[in-house]
């Protein structure tokens, strides 16, 4: 595993000015996780309005991995989330938490993860999931520098909050809720056309991004659209009272 200094204010300061959305600004803490634990695979995770979605991901792995969690409501990237807490897996082939997760871990060809908690007890709390292929794959990386890097994310979300009014923000959160959104409607009608499982139906979609090279959001939108007629119907933010 390679290794890397500590990311202070500085570097947070800096990814601020330079970007001009939160999620760039995310994007380049996945970037920079990705590049100090050499990992396969890296996701970003928040739970605005009390449902979790990656925000941003890196690697081939991260967000099919995230995604299994979100939908059996447990895992390791959740609860570091909800407990503040950081959640490692020396491997996943002898773990028993999380039902069927750690057996589908392996399938995907991880075998180790580790997930750092990011802005814990906020109304954005999340969690930096990183993913290794083999077992112990966190064991000779710079903790202390994930860590730090973790921790400078919690301070440069409430600075992006602080940058961007109330209005902006809140868009940006529904942007991200609206391309999961998307993303479940596709999944549905997939496994509706396939009678096949959900984890089936996102590989089939993954796939075709791909092959196609298109966003899978936006092929989301098109085979929902094409299939209904009408573009996919969006939740609506809930605002805190």
């Not at 995230?66 to 059996?72: A, H, S």
């Not at 860590?147 to 909050?161: E, H, K, N």
């Not at 997939?190 to 096949?196: S, T």
Request: hydrophobic residues 40%.
């Amino acid at each position: 595993m390679s290794t890397g200094g500590t990311y202070d204010s500085s570097h947070i300061t800096q990814w601020l000015l330079d970007l001009d959305s939160l999620e760039g600004f995310l994007r380049t803490l996945a970037d920079a996780a990705l590049e100090l634990a050499a990992c396969e695979g890296v996701g970003v995770t928040l739970e605005p309005d009390s449902r979790p979605l990656t925000v941003v991901s890196e690697g081939t792995v991260a967000a099919k991995l995230d995604e299994k969690q979100y939908g059996q409501d447990d895992g390791p990237c959740l609860q570091a989330l909800r407990t503040a807490e950081e959640v490692a897996v020396r491997d996943m082939l002898h773990e028993h938490r999380w039902d069927e997760y750690p057996a589908y871990a392996v399938s995907c060809g991880i075998r180790s993860s580790l997930s750092l908690p990011i802005a814990a007890h906020t109304d954005t709390a999340g969690a930096l999931n990183l993913y290794a292929a083999p077992p112990d794959g966190f064991a000779d990386a710079d903790l202390g520098s994930l860590r730090s890097l973790a921790a400078q994310a919690t301070g440069g979300i409430a600075l992006a909050q602080r940058f961007t009014d109330a209005e902006e923000f809140a868009g940006q959160m529904q942007t991200a809720m609206r391309s999961r959104s998307v993303i479940d409607q596709a999944l549905g009608i997939i496994m509706g056309q396939r009678h096949c499982t959900a984890d089936e139906a996102f590989g089939i979609l993954r796939s075709a991004s791909q092959h196609r090279n298109i966003k899978l959001r936006d092929l989301c939108t098109q085979l929902v659209t094409n299939v209904t007629g009408r573009p996919p119907t969006e939740p609506e933010l809930r605002r805190q009272g």
